[in-house]
T-cell receptor, first 114, second 113 residues
Framework: AQSVAQPEDQVNVAEGNPLTVKCTYS??????LFWYVQYPNRGLQFLLK??????LVKGSYGFEAEFNKSQTSFHLKKPSALVSDSALYFC????????????FGPGTRLSVLP | DAGVIQSPRHEVTEMGQEVTLRCKPI?????LFWYRQTMMRGLELLIY????????DSGMPEDRFSAKMPNASFSTLKIQPSEPRDSAVYFC???????????FGPGTRLTVT
């Protein structure tokens, strides 16, 4: 079975500082990994994905994530946080042996303080 | 494109009543997913369709829940009878077979009293 863990419920960072939101996963096959963001009273929005290729993937709004197979991690990063980045972030995994079933992590609330 | 459209945006109903949630996918997207989001359980996949055919409904909590996709432009999620524990935000999301990105609708916030 596939699963996703986001070990931090909440991450606080000062504006202009780098941010990291952590994600680890478990799958039986090759993982397809995703990050989504959710703003209040909105649906989830796609940020970036790792399917294959370079371990460092770049996405929307200056976000990037690094796939680490040995640590089964896919941490989300941004060099300089903005107050407008404050939102709920979800990591998701799809095991390519399980069709289109996505499993989402519990979410991490990011607060960027001015 | 207007994106994924869901209606209603908010629904308040009494226990025992039938509730129908609606979703209009993005044109050309051949996968449609229904999710439920609660504080306790996070985001759960309920069911998904491919080309209007249900592929996996293992996430549907019980027989009170049913979903249909009569054509490529419309899907419904029905709860009959509704119970207070069904209170949640229900999301519809769609995707093309050549992509791995899901596009989410704004959600329907259901409150069952």
């Amino acid at each position: 079975a596939q699963s996703v863990a986001q070990p931090e419920d909440q991450v606080n960072v000062a504006e202009g500082n780098p941010l990291t939101v952590k994600c680890t996963y478990s799958v039986s096959g090759n993982p397809y990994l995703f990050w989504y963001v959710q703003y209040p009273n909105r649906g989830l929005q796609f940020l970036l994905k790792y399917i294959t290729g370079d371990n460092l993937v770049k996405g929307s709004y200056g976000f990037e994530a690094e796939f680490n197979k040995s640590q089964t991690s896919f941490h989300l990063k941004k060099p300089s946080a903005l107050v407008s980045d404050s939102a709920l972030y979800f990591c998701a995994v799809r095991d390519n042996n399980y069709g289109q079933n996505f499993v989402f992590g519990p979410g991490t609330r990011l607060s960027v303080l001015p | 494109d207007a994106g994924v459209i869901q209606s209603p945006r908010h629904e308040v109903t009494e226990m025992g009543q039938e509730v129908t949630l609606r979703c209009k996918p993005i044109s050309g997207h051949d996968y449609l997913f229904w999710y439920r989001q609660t504080m306790m359980r996070g985001l759960e996949l309920l069911i998904y369709f491919n080309n209007n055919v249900p592929i996996d409904d293992s996430g549907m909590p019980e027989d009170r829940f049913s979903a249909k996709m009569p054509n490529a432009s419309f899907s419904t999620l029905k709860i009959q009878p509704s119970e207070p524990r069904d209170s949640a935000v229900y999301f519809c999301a769609t995707q093309t077979s050549g992509s791995y990105e899901q596009y989410f609708g704004p959600g329907t916030r259901l409150t069952v009293t």
